[in-house]
């Protein structure tokens, strides 16, 4: 097999009700380009059949965590073990769309960037579903929070679908600390740390009721990775 040009990383917790058809979309995505794309999902520790399902599917390269760590985790085991010259993290549920990737492969090509972050908050006429107005509004709200303690000036760092250049930012996930739903800041926050370029790109992206994230408990631990963030890079424990 030649070396792929796109990896794909689909971090998968209790997925078995739906990994297939989102497999076989991305599957579809692939053999629609005219170069070499692997697909890798990481199992997070489900307690269902996620892994034989997804081991079932051809093609699919499945890596397991020995137990729970977290969305995080998952995709930077991931990120760590993939050998394409770009990288795609997507959400197992496909909240945005597979087919959005050729917008964050033209804005990386375009702007010449080093991650191009899919953006629900740049063009929200995209979204189609949408959250609940209280999620929404608590989504702008960290968004705040993540611009006043990283100094990213992005508008939406949680969109589950982001590409990066693997030689200018493996050294990002090589740093990386947070395990669970807060992983996003600190990916782009050291990133540009490392002297990379970010572009936001709008995508479209539905909301999918059955997400994983526990919204009071989840946004909690996220603020609070935030202030760690921040005290690490005060006291120089993100050594490049």
């Not at 947070?178 to 996003?184: A, P, Q, T």
């Not at 990916?187 to 490392?194: P, S």
Request: net charge neutral; aromatic share 8%.
């Amino acid at each position: 097999m030649p070396e792929p040009f796109l990896s794909i990383v689909i971090p998968a917790y209790n997925e078995a009700a739906r990994i297939v058809g989102s497999l076989e979309a991305i599957q579809e995505y692939a053999r629609s380009k005219a170069f070499p794309v692997e697909i890798i999902v990481v199992d997070d520790g489900s307690t269902d059949n996620t892994v034989e399902i997804a081991s079932r599917q051809p093609g699919i390269r499945v890596l397991r965590n020995l137990r729970n760590r977290g969305k995080g985790f998952s995709v930077r085991h991931g990120m760590l073990e993939a050998r394409g010259e770009l990288l795609l993290f997507t959400d197992a549920d496909l909240s945005a769309p597979i087919e959005e990737a050729d917008k964050l492969l033209a804005a990386l090509e375009s702007s010449r960037a080093d991650a191009a972050v899919g953006s629900r908050a740049l063009q929200r006429e995209l979204i189609g579903d949408h959250q609940s107005p209280f999620r929404e509004w608590g989504g702008r709200f960290f968004n705040l929070l993540v611009r006043i303690f990283t100094g990213l000036r992005i508008h939406d760092t949680q969109c589950g679908f982001k590409l990066f250049r693997h030689a200018t930012t493996l050294r990002a996930f090589e740093l990386q600390r947070v395990d669970r739903f807060g992983f996003d800041p600190e990916i782009l926050f050291l990133v540009q740390r490392l002297g990379g370029k970010l572009v936001e790109v709008p995508v479209r992206w539905n909301h999918n009721p059955a997400t994983k994230v526990h919204y009071l408990r989840d946004s909690l631990h996220m603020t609070l990775d935030l202030l760690v963030l921040r005290w690490r890079a005060l006291t120089g424990q993100y050594q490049n």
